[in-house]
């Protein structure tokens, strides 16, 4: 069985593995071992506190095969970017200049650096080890989150965002990310995104463009990947658009990847989840598929499962093994999710 849970300290040597694994752009795990073991002290924190409202807490998970005790993945939430660390983008925008006086009007797109996004909660470190991306495990994994976001709403900021990785090549080059090299930070991508991951900030405050860049004197190059995601990012951005999330005209100011929002109550499956009462029995095998889990929070778990849902009762089967999986029992609540 395939189980979704906290991350505890024992997980470290997997999570690092994941680091490694996990390339070039993948912000939220640098490979360095004091920052990864920090990262879970304060996750192991964020699900132990009392909170009133969100401030910086972080919701990791991991992937675990309970055949092998092998983690096999990851997801996870920021409850509210940008209040310890400042939180940049680049914000699109346009101006317009006209004269009746030669019958000229143009209009120019900007980027402006911006922080717009502070307070928001961030879906984010979702990996899926390669051997595992099929039967929607990957699919499985990312929604999950959803069903987490809805039963712990309180914890999170109202607007959920997610940044998109944006174009580079097989070294980590990105054609955004040069001119900004040559011209102002003076270090690679790779550096920059590593810098970036530690939460060493400071850099980009003292080096970035403080002004407005016209797009237009940027290189073609670079022009060409605002907005863009990278080959392997486009299924991920395929599953937000289709639970409502959108781009309103934020990018990275990095590569140039889109960053893409949706108020919490408005995401697709948060709407469509439901809480429904077990029952332990013999489940059919037939039934449709649900990402399922409980309602706890220390000791979150959700999974796959074949379920008879009815739109006309709020009890459901589940067998003893995934009950126990789940860490539920007889007549306590599950929130469930179609496939």
């Not at 080890?129 to 039963?151: E, V």
């Not at 077990?278 to 000791?299: E, F, G, K, R, W």
Request: charged share 25%; glycine share 8%; proline share 3%.
């Amino acid at each position: 069985m395939l189980i979704i849970r906290p991350i505890r300290s024992t997980d470290f040597d997997a999570l690092y593995q994941i680091a490694e694994e996990s390339g070039h752009g993948f912000t939220s795990l640098p490979v360095n071992e004091d920052l990864l073991r920090r990262k879970i002290a304060r996750v192991e924190a964020s699900f132990e506190k009392q909170v009133d409202k969100p401030f910086d807490e972080g919701y990791l998970m991991v992937l675990e095969d309970t055949e092998t005790s092998e983690v096999v993945g990851t997801c996870g939430i920021e409850a509210a970017v940008g209040m310890e660390d400042a939180f940049y983008h680049y914000r699109l925008g346009t101006e317009v200049y006209h004269s009746e006086q030669i019958g000229v009007r143009n209009e120019v797109e900007t980027l402006t650096l911006c922080h717009d996004y502070t307070g928001a909660a961030e879906l984010c470190t979702l990996f899926l080890r390669g051997s595992y991306r099929k039967n929607n495990n990957g699919r499985m994994l990312s929604r999950s989150r959803f069903l987490f976001l809805a039963q712990h709403a309180a914890r999170f900021g109202e607007t959920v965002i997610a940044e998109m990785r944006g174009e580079s090549d097989d070294e980590g080059n990105s054609p955004f990310y040069d001119w900004l090299q040559k011209h102002f930070l003076g270090i690679d991508f790779i550096e920059a995104d590593y810098l970036s991951g530690l939460g060493q900030k400071a850099f980009m405050a003292e080096m970035m463009p403080k002004n407005a860049v016209y797009v237009c004197l940027l290189p073609e190059e670079a022009q060409k990947v605002i907005g863009e995601v990278h080959a392997n990012t486009r299924p991920a951005l395929n599953l937000l658009q289709a639970e409502g999330f959108r781009c309103r005209g934020y990018v990275d100011i990095f590569d140039g990847g889109p960053t893409v929002e949706c108020n919490l109550h408005d995401i697709r499956s948060i709407r469509e989840s439901r809480l429904l009462t077990v029952t332990i029995a013999d489940a059919p095998v037939d039934a449709p598929s649900y990402i399922v889990s409980n309602t706890q929070l220390a000791n979150y778990r959700a999974t796959a499962v074949n379920l008879a849902v009815s739109e006309d009762n709020d009890n459901v089967i589940l067998d003893a093994e995934t009950a126990a999986g789940l860490m539920v029992a007889d007549g306590e609540q599950i929130r469930v999710l179609a496939m």
